[in-house]
């Protein structure tokens, strides 16, 4: 019997302290960085990029009272891509940043809940 049903991946992340005290142009090249690597996620590893959640909007300053402060979901061919994917932030390639100086990220993988996503999506 085989299971055809994909594999998804929600990412969950928090700023670090290193992150909310960077000047505003460290954050620039942060991000940046970050965006890119989201990128070679979806060029080098054939990940899908489904939705992503930013909380900012109930909070201000750093942020201390959940544990996660944004959320990604991803179709991805297999559990163990998401250690390949965090690998990009913890072993940059050379003159590139060391994202885990600013971000605390957790991967939680599993499959759709099929009979839901059924009735929800019309199929």
């Known amino acids: 019997m085989t299971n055809d049903k994909p594999w998804r991946a929600i ?24 965006l890119d690597i989201h990128q ?10 489904i939705a992503s959640l930013d909380d900012e909007l109930m909070m201000v300053g750093s942020p201390g009272g ?9 179709e991805i061919p297999a ?6 994917m965090l690998d990009y932030l913890r072993y940059p390639a050379d003159g590139h940043l060391r ?8 991967v939680v993988v599993g499959h759709p809940i099929g009979s ?8």
Do not use: C, H
């Not at 839901?116 to 199929?123: A, K, N, Q, T, V």
């Open 99 to 106: 994202l885990d100086k600013y971000f605390r990220l957790e």
């Open 11 to 34: 990412v969950r992340g928090a700023f670090l302290v290193g992150w909310t005290e960077a000047a505003q142009d460290e954050k620039d090249r942060v991000f940046k960085e970050y």
């Open 66 to 74: 959940r544990m996660w402060n944004f959320y990604e979901v991803y």
């Open 40 to 49: 070679l996620w979806v060029s080098d590893l054939d990940v899908k990029f």
């Open 116 to 123: 839901l996503e059924r009735i929800l999506s019309g199929d």
């Open 79 to 84: 559990p163990a891509t998401v250690k390949k």
